[in-house]
């Protein structure tokens, strides 16, 4: 959870294209147009811009079947080359006849790197999207991605694009996803969106494993069985948040929520730092490294009483301490979401980050992270998968973003969950208002990189055995 209120890119020299050299350029032989015809789903690209600030992919879906095709269940996904591997981007959406706030980009890094692709970005749509009738289209999405930095980027070796597709046409180097069937387009080698999780990944996971759970069924802050099971109700000062601000154990209560018990964390303020309460848990041991990391966490959009606005971080993460400015030692691993924005971002936004250092003064960072620029309100399975190869992060068992193995860990970590304010820019107001984050449960399971299916078989082990806590995890 980084103790800075801005987010920035540092240019690694070291982090040459390693991806590229891993992969090669060739193309899976399945041709587009069987499979399109069965979905009648086809996607037409044409590029926007040549240039080099920016890319500007602008893409049509269109339906050739005999059926309406509701948009929200549709993915696209445009793939390209990253200029180095600590180069990050964002997306915008310039125009859409449905609204671009019912469109989506998110960023993901291939689990298979070739020539001409690391990286892709995801389009998607919410429910407010609609549909597309038969032989209709979405009309013309005018979107565009461009480097964090501003610097120039290259689009010469990105696969999906094309220099001379100046007017719509279909264009197979855009794969486009059906309920989580690819129906249209090609991916880069080894690729296929349709199996995100990668041959590698498990399917059947041994049946025992050094593991913790927790269930959270406890009766209040200080109820002692909180500390005997390794957790620590943070009280002490410090760190992130605004200036002034305190860590106020008593804001950590259990409520029951869908026949469960669940941790609520209630972060308040008046608009001052000294009126702000920021609530924080933590384990107390630092020894969780590779394996997966999982929770059911609950974001929130608006606060529970008083005027909304203010840049909150609502987070579940894993972490260890930074001995010095830039240690190649530190590592940290988030899913962190701001329901109104900050760090430069004017709305909601949930960022995957996987840290491999920084400095604090002045303000350096190497890390690499996606982002979904929408609402996620709401209950949301959470999954991290760390092996010997890369990070994988999961929002509802879809993969949300994979992670370089420049940034695996060296030493193991804690968990934890906070809530906090990056500023008191978002609501200038001196009014009392008061913000909750719920979690239903915490999972780790050591050295096992788990697909999101087996963590909930897991936790739904735990739960008919009626185990509410278990820790098998050796100490570091």
């Known amino acids: 959870m980084r103790r800075t209120s801005h987010r920035k890119s540092l240019t690694r020299a070291a982090s040459c294209a390693v991806a590229a050299a891993l992969g090669c350029a060739g193309l899976l ?7 399109a015809a069965a979905s009648g789903l086809t996607v037409q690209y044409h590029t926007g811009s040549t240039g080099s600030d920016q890319a500007e992919p602008w893409l049509k ?29 964002r997306f915008a959406c310039s125009w859409a006849p449905r609204g671009c706030a019912n469109i989506t980009g998110t960023f993901g890094t291939l689990a298979h790197p070739t020539a001409t692709a690391d990286r892709y970005l995801e389009i998607g749509f919410t429910s407010g999207a609609g549909t597309v009738a038969a032989g209709a289209d979405s009309g013309d999405l005018q979107l565009r991605f461009y480097r964090s930095d501003w610097q120039p980027l290259n689009q010469a070796d990105d696969y999906s694009f094309g220099a001379t597709q100046t007017s719509y046409a279909n264009w197979t180097k855009v794969t486009a996803q059906l309920n989580g069937t690819t129906v249209f387009g090609t991916a880069p080698e080894g690729n296929d969106p349709t199996d995100p999780t990668g041959p590698t990944d498990p399917t059947d996971p041994p049946a025992s494993g050094a593991s913790l759970f927790d269930d959270f069924s406890y009766t209040k802050y200080d109820d002692p069985a909180i ?43 008046s608009g001052t730092g000294e009126s702000t309460r920021q609530t924080e848990v933590l384990t107390k041991a630092t020894k969780f490294k590779n394996g997966t990391y999982a929770a059911r966490v609950k974001f929130s959009d608006v606060p529970k009483s008083g005027p909304d606005g203010d840049h909150l971080v609502q987070t579940f993460f894993t972490i260890n301490d930074l001995t010095a400015p830039m240690a190649d030692d530190y590592a940290e691993y988030d899913f962190e979401y701001l329901p109104n924005g900050g760090w430069g971002e004017p709305s909601n936004i949930l960022y995957t980050t996987s840290w491999e250092t920084y400095n604090p003064d002045p303000w350096q960072a190497v890390n690499q992270h996606t982002e979904g620029r929408q609402s996620y309100a709401g209950w949301h399975d959470l999954v991290l998968t760390i092996d010997n190869s890369s990070i994988r992060y999961y929002v509802d068992g879809q993969l949300f973003g994979t992670h370089d193995a420049a940034y ?22 001196t009014s009392a208002r008061a913000y909750d984050e719920q979690i239903d449960y915490v999972l780790h399971v050591k050295d096992q990189a788990l697909t999101p299916a087996q963590v909930t078989a897991k936790v739904a082990a735990y739960r008919s055995a009626g185990t509410a806590f278990e820790d098998t995890v050796p100490g570091a």
């Open 29 to 35: 032989t399945l041709p587009a147009s069987a499979s």
């Open 61 to 89: 879906v269109a339906n050739t079947g005999s059926s309406p095709v509701a948009l929200s269940g549709v993915k696209l996904r445009y793939y390209f080359m990253a200029d180095s591997a600590s180069t990050t981007y």
């Open 227 to 269: 500390s005997a099971h390794g957790w620590n109700v943070r009280s002490t000062s410090g760190g992130p948040g605004v200036p002034g601000a305190t860590w106020a154990p008593q804001n950590v209560t259990f409520p029951t929520s869908g026949g469960n018990t669940v941790m609520n964390l209630e972060t308040s303020t």
């Open 408 to 429: 695996l860990p060296e030493r193991p970590m804690s968990i934890n969950f906070n809530q906090w304010l990056i500023d008191l820019a978002g609501n200038t107001s």
